[in-house]
């Protein structure tokens, strides 16, 4: 298919932007010095400071399509779109400054949603397997790619406060709480499942330490969620599988360092 690009809504050719691009290129490079400035002047800690800008910087795998669609690859080596637990180690920035931009990404990861409630791993899959149609869904069953759903548009929320969006989201947002509570609910956290450190193969394991404080971060966002929107049962639900997933994510403690996963001796860093 032919998607075309989103500059073509703006000039006339690509011969025409690399015209303005070059008789305006002063202008260009102190925009984007400007912008990086808004990262480092101020008085928040280096790491925060490093990460933004750093996570900024994925701006640079982008697509923007005529019909106005933006998507991401998730790496030069990897050419699965969107993929929604890489999205999300770049999220904050976007949030912070291009919040339509992560919107236009999660309208697409709702209307994909399996029946049972999960999040799909990625709009198009590809990285090392046949490139799939754009937006066409799939990808694994993973313990970071649902739980981020939830997070993401409670900190959409947090930073953008529009309401209108998070109501758009409600019906998709209750299914996937649903998917990840069950998903928790033979071992009081996901089992046996893979995550974005696949290299790791956590899939082997009963628990792992990262995808259980995926776990409970999304429970804390359905908390919060359903706080705002009055969900009584739901956020009773949350709340009982954060208690339990808890108690269960202590017994990774040695007594002197957090567990990477069960059965094992690897540490959590």
């Known amino acids: 298919d032919i998607y075309g690009n989103f500059y073509t809504n703006l000039f006339s050719s690509s011969a025409d932007v690399a015209i303005q691009t070059a008789n305006n290129i002063d202008v260009i490079t102190q925009e984007i ?29 982008g697509v923007y399509f005529k019909d106005g669609r933006w998507r991401q690859y998730e790496a030069f080596d990897c050419d699965d ?7 999300f180690q770049r999220q904050l920035p976007y949030s912070l400054f291009f919040p339509n931009l992560i919107k236009n990404q999660i309208y697409e990861w709702a209307s994909l949603q399996s029946p049972d409630g999960m999040i799909q791993e990625t709009l198009a899959p590809g990285c090392g397997t046949n490139v799939y149609p754009m937006d066409s869904g799939g990808g694994r069953v993973m313990a970071d790619v649902t739980s981020v ?6 900190q959409m ?5 529009d309401k209108a969006f998070l109501n758009e989201m409600w019906p998709y947002l209750q299914s996937a709480i649903k998917w990840q509570i069950d998903a928790a609910s033979q071992y009081g956290l996901p089992a046996y499942i893979t995550c974005t450190y696949d290299i790791l193969n956590l899939q082997n394991y009963e628990i792992a330490a990262f995808n259980g404080a995926m776990h409970l971060m ?11 929107m009055d969900d009584t049962t ?6 009982s599988s954060f208690i339990i997933g808890q108690s269960t994510f202590e017994t990774l403690w040695t007594g002197e360092y957090w567990a990477a996963f069960s059965g094992g001796e690897a540490v959590m860093a």
């Open 33 to 61: 010095i400007a912008l990086h400035q808004t990262f480092l002047n101020n008085s928040w800690p280096e790491f925060l400071q490093d990460s933004l800008l750093n996570s900024i910087s994925h701006l640079r795998g």
């Open 81 to 87: 779109v969107d993929s929604v637990h890489n999205d």
């Open 149 to 154: 759903f939830i997070v993401e548009i409670y």
């Open 157 to 161: 929320y947090e930073w953008t406060n």
């Open 218 to 228: 999304s429970m804390l966002g359905c908390l919060k969620l359903s706080s705002i």
């Open 234 to 239: 739901l956020f009773s639900a949350c709340n």
